[in-house]
């Protein structure tokens, strides 16, 4: 009679834990969709209806039309992509066996072909472009003109202007010498990142049994316990890397931590996905915290720099 209980208990909870999966895999390919749609909406928008009025624009006008909106679409693209990729790893893991793994793969391809195009071949045009409009050096003696203002030249003025001894103290830098922070895509996708460690963090600790079981691991009370130390410590880092992020200054020793500790996480998980100890769903967390310690290290690195 207790065996009996007990096979139907663990029947239904496999079957609960079935359920969750399924739910939890349809949200994520929901939110790939979503971001594709966007993603190739925005991209046929402008093909449709911007550049056909190219021609009509002007030095006086242009600004306005295009570039507000260019700067608010690229920081947001910035995050949403790493999203998508993210979301096309979890599918890719979860419709592997089957030929719907292609749909991922062909979005995951594209994406990337998207992201080499704009870095390497659009945002070097823009480089090349500013560097002709832009040309170092103080004005002429004589010179009176000015230009209007510039946004995000990101050049340090440290020559007289218009004729005049007034010289400006030179861009990123505060009154107390610290280097003023760029909340770009780039920063932004770092929050968003501390933000989720911080969420599953906390979800590891009061949820362990829930989350051992969804990934298929033996729940004892000895691997709760320790599973519940490993999302304290996972808290603890993301905290420290949000905290670090929102201050006023940079803390690049807090964000290279931070990041080692994702590739870490990465390196503990993925072994044991191998080995059979959890399911092939943690292989897609494993990839996000990859992605998540290059990203953070992408940003040490030039924090760093501008030290």
């Known amino acids: 009679m207790a065996a009996a ?14 359920l969750m999966k399924a739910l939890l895999f349809t949200i994520n390919n929901a939110l790939l969709f979503l971001c594709v749609s966007m993603y190739l909406g925005t991209g046929w ?67 990337t072909a998207a992201t080499v195009l704009t870095i390497y071949w659009i945002f070097s045009a823009q480089r090349r472009d500013e560097g002709r409009h832009q040309k170092s050096g103080c004005p002429a003696a004589d010179s009176r003109g000015v230009d209007g203002p510039e946004q995000n030249s990101r050049r340090p003025l440290v020559c007289p202007v218009d004729g005049h001894d007034d010289l400006l103290r030179r861009a990123g830098r505060s009154r107390k010498g610290h280097a003023m922070k760029t909340r770009d895509g780039l920063y932004w996708a770092l929050v968003v990142i501390a933000v989720l460690t911080v969420i599953s963090g906390l979800v590891q600790m009061v949820a362990t049994d829930f989350e051992l079981r969804m990934l298929n691991a033996d729940s004892t009370a000895t691997s709760r316990h ?50 059979g100890i959890f399911s092939a769903l943690a292989l897609s967390v494993a990839f996000f915290d990859f992605g998540s310690g290059a990203v953070g290290l992408w940003y040490w690195r030039r924090i760093r720099a501008t030290r």
């Open 45 to 111: 928008s402008m093909v449709l209806f911007y550049f056909p009025i190219a021609p009509q624009l002007t030095v006086d006008n242009y600004y306005l039309e295009f570039v507000p909106a260019v700067d608010a679409a690229t920081q947001f693209f910035t995050i949403m992509t790493k999203l998508m990729i993210a979301s096309c790893v979890v599918m890719i893991v979860a419709e592997w066996r089957t030929w719907r793994r292609w749909l991922p793969l062909t979005v995951l391809a594209t994406v």
């Open 226 to 275: 320790f599973f519940g130390i490993v999302g304290m410590f996972m808290t603890l880092f993301g905290c420290a890397m949000l905290h670090a992020l929102l201050s006023s200054t940079n803390h690049p020793v807090v964000i290279f931590w931070a990041s080692l500790q994702k590739f870490g996480a990465f390196c503990a998980v993925a072994p044991g996905v191998h080995r």
């Open 5 to 18: 209980t007990s096979r139907l208990a663990g029947h239904q909870t496999a079957k609960a834990t079935g």
